[in-house]
């Protein structure tokens, strides 16, 4: 049987697998990031050659023997005028035109419910869902950090910066977050976090976003505010979900799969907060732990589209997560 190829662009890298009908994966390679809005068009088009070579080279067969592909890449669709172009780039890689490409907040949907009707969220860097039912996708969030991206890691860390500010200026009591925070950013004084985050670190929302992980130590210590903090992550991520359940036409009555993805989601504070605020809002959620990986998930989509969906013995043969 011809073979299907989920590709899972992110900006730190970019995950290829190429599995068969049987749900045997025959080939995986990793690349770096296809983020084109920070890397430009050429830089994509380099990763997914690059990426098509490897995959073809172990598994031992030309492009052009690939039955479909799915290709998810960051910010595919968020600016219209550059949809034509992101779609003619994989052209080159594969030699041929049996693929799509689509946002990679698909590919976290298809992996973490294989590729059934639901909703997946993900709570990254950034954070957004997207859901399907019969056929119809609906995407909710995702529009940025300065505006956007409620309970991400960049909305858990800048809240905990702001946070740190209030406790340094005797707003707040100093609690565990803030000692935590001197000793992650390496500060001598505290006034110098300005400097490192506009300066040194260019408002980088990668490098801000990490520091959600020293939010995360805080409220495990003990800290108050940081365990709020999580907790309104968590109800946030929850909002977006239930915003999705409703433009996909779930009724009061319907059992809707969720399921989740990202960073955020190794918090038990995050996932315990998303699970208590989900239950007040629809009876019918059904949260489930993620089953696949995403590019797992871009293979499984590519099988679907194509018409020839795995059949569930060969989803129970793929690697879970």
Request: aromatic share 8%; hydrophobic share 40%.
């Amino acid at each position: 049987m011809s073979p299907f190829l989920g590709i899972d662009g992110g900006g730190t890298k970019t995950a290829f697998v190429l599995i068969d009908a049987q749900g045997s994966v025959l080939a995986r390679s990793r690349q770096p990031s296809s983020d084109y809005y920070r890397l430009g068009v050429e830089a994509v088009t380099r990763t997914l050659a690059d990426g098509v070579d490897d995959i073809c080279r172990q598994a031992g067969i030309p492009a052009g023997a690939i039955a479909f592909t799915v290709v998810g890449l960051p910010g595919y669709g968020e600016v219209s005028t550059d949809r034509d172009t992101l779609d003619a780039v994989p052209l080159a890689a594969l030699g041929q035109d049996r693929y799509v490409c689509v946002n990679d907040m698909v590919c976290g949907w298809a992996g973490s419910l294989g590729a059934t009707d639901g909703i997946n969220v993900v709570g990254g860097t950034g954070s957004m869902t997207y859901g399907e039912r019969e056929g119809s996708g609906v995407r909710v969030g995702g529009w940025g950090e300065l505006f956007g991206d409620e309970g991400s890691g960049y909305w858990i860390a800048s809240h905990g910066l702001n946070a740190f500010t209030r406790m340094s200026d005797g707003r707040l009591p100093r609690g565990p977050l803030y000692d935590l925070i001197k000793e992650h950013t390496g500060i001598a004084d505290d006034l110098d976090l300005i400097g490192l985050v506009l300066t040194d670190w260019q408002k980088e929302r990668t490098r801000i976003a990490a520091l959600s992980s020293t939010v995360a130590e805080a409220a495990t210590a003990g800290d108050g505010v940081a365990a709020d903090i999580l907790a309104a992550a968590g109800a946030e991520l929850a909002g977006l979900v239930d915003a999705t359940r409703r433009q996909l036409g779930y009724e009061s009555g319907d059992e809707v799969a969720v399921s989740y993805s990202g960073g955020v989601f190794r918090s038990d504070l995050v996932l315990a907060a998303f699970t208590a605020k989900l239950d007040t809002l629809h009876a019918g959620y059904d949260l489930r732990a993620p089953r696949y990986e995403p590019d797992v998930g871009a293979a499984l989509y590519a099988a679907k589209v194509s018409g020839a969906p795995l059949a569930a013995d060969a989803l129970r043969a793929l690697p879970g997560r």
